[in-house]
């Protein structure tokens, strides 16, 4: 092992060793704030692993399966050139732009300027805090949903706003309640609710709902449009499952005069199986395009030009591209139910995106109880629900981002383990 030679040497510098012996002061925004789950249950893994467990994650939604072969040659072809390494534009190449704008019209019917109604994202995880960070004065509300993605809470929480939750319940199909939202909104903005008026300004929704998988209805869009409407409300959509097992894409957008209340966010991370290059988008109306680059334009400098024009590719590709991701997809599924089966739990067939969410049996308590029986017996890891909101406490999650052959082995390793889990 390699010592420095000033190991045993006292710190000469006061301000050294309180480093070294005291953990600096995190900001008060960070409080409450804790590490992403999946940060932490990685590291676990990693430790199970290194005692010989070989656990098989099915935990995360990143996809397995490269994006296309063209996407990836134009990523060599345009980086291979002297003129593509400098700063980008702020909002965007417009190649990538005009891209995004074809691909919305052609999937989406949804007509967008290029020009002033599109912002490249790294990411859509990123949009979720740039949309706080630029509408959310300390104590605003937001409503979010119960279950749904954890960044949203934690996005408005470090922008200093207030998580109201929307409890999504599954005899309503995960949609939202609108009459208990009626009575939300206005109780907690009455001066008697302990509110002000308008104290609500965002609400996130996001259909294919993960971690449902309860796809939109043009209905529920257009009721929550007008809800937005009604309360003055920022509808913020994020939407990057539409193409992942469903065939009938829609956006929030469409609907007629939705941009006047609502942005979107989407994605390349799923349906073009580019988790890792980090590109999503914001679509809305111009002033909120405007407003969100204020924000946006003092945190990054830019995307890398080659990655935006093998992603403006990868928007191109045609429909059989969506075709063969969801065979793979569905034939995944189908291994996925049998574990389920195995588990006893009770799921919904139609589900949309990349995990199945499903029931747990009663003999356990919680999604978490389940999970950790399952990860420390067979050395499977499936994710718990409840990370998604205490609504989701009943339930677990499973990705459908491994192979047949892992989803085989987790199955052989279950069966093996059944006679010890409460399941039985
Ligand atoms: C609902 C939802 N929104 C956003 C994201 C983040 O996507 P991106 O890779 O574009 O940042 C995820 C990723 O898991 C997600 O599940």
Same mark, same amino acid.
């Given at each position: ?178 009459? $208990?939202? !009626?009575?939300?909104?206005? @109780?907690? &903005?009455?001066?008697?609710? +302990?509110? *002000?008026? =308008? ?62 209340? $609502?942005? !979107?966010?989407?994605?390349? @991370?799923? &349906?073009?199986?580019?988790? +890792?290059? *980090?590109? =999503? ?144």
């Amino acid at each position: 092992m390699l010592i420095s030679k000033f190991a045993n040497e006292k710190p000469r510098c006061k301000s050294i060793s309180n480093f070294q012996n005291n953990r600096m002061q995190t900001s008060k925004r960070l409080e409450g704030i804790g590490e992403y789950y999946f940060s932490q249950k990685l590291r676990e893994i990693d430790e199970l692993n290194k005692q010989g467990k070989n656990v098989i994650n099915l935990g995360i939604g990143s996809p397995d399966l490269p994006p296309h072969p063209d996407v990836i040659k134009t990523l060599q072809e345009e980086s291979a050139k002297p003129n593509v390494h400098a700063y980008q534009s702020y909002k965007g190449s417009l190649v990538l732009r005009k891209a995004i704008s074809d691909w919305y019209k052609k999937w989406y019917d949804v007509e967008l300027n290029a020009d002033t109604e599109i912002l490249p994202l790294i990411g859509s995880k990123e949009g979720i805090m740039h949309i706080c960070m630029t509408y959310l004065d300390e104590g605003d509300k937001v409503l979010v949903p119960n279950p749904g993605y954890p960044t949203y809470r934690s996005a408005v929480k470090l922008a200093g706003g207030e998580c109201v939750d929307y409890e999504l319940k599954e005899e309503n199909n995960w949609e939202p309640d609108f009459d $208990a939202l !009626e009575k939300l909104v206005v @109780s907690s &903005s009455s001066p008697t609710g +302990g509110g *002000r008026a =308008g104290a609500f300004k965002l609400m996130w929704i996001n259909y294919p709902q993960m971690p449902t998988g309860q796809l939109p209805t043009k209905s529920l869009f257009e009721k929550i449009v007008a809800f937005g409407k009604k309360h003055n409300i920022l509808i913020c959509h994020d939407n990057p499952y539409s193409f992942i097992l469903n065939d009938n894409p829609l956006s929030l957008l469409h609907v007629p005069g939705a941009k006047e209340v $609502a942005i !979107e966010l989407n994605s390349l @991370s799923k &349906s073009q199986n580019m988790a +890792g290059w *980090r590109v =999503g988008v914001l679509s809305g109306a111009k002033e909120r395009i405007d407003e969100v680059l204020r924000f946006k334009s003092n945190m990054d400098s830019g995307m890398f030009l080659p990655v935006q024009l093998a992603a403006a590719k990868a928007l191109q590709l045609p429909k059989s591209w969506y075709n063969d991701v969801n065979t793979v997809y569905r034939k995944r599924r189908e291994i996925v139910f049998e574990l389920l089966d195995l588990l006893q739990c009770v799921y919904d067939k139609s589900q949309a995106g990349m995990f199945v969410w499903a029931k747990i049996p009663s003999n356990y308590k919680t999604g978490f109880e389940l999970s950790d029986e399952v990860l420390y017996n067979t050395g499977v890891f499936i994710t718990p629900g409840g990370i998604f909101g205490n609504a989701g406490d009943g339930y677990i999650r499973v990705s459908l981002c491994s192979t047949e052959e892992k989803f085989a082995e987790s199955i052989k390793r279950i069966k093996a383990f059944l006679p010890v889990l409460k399941v039985k």
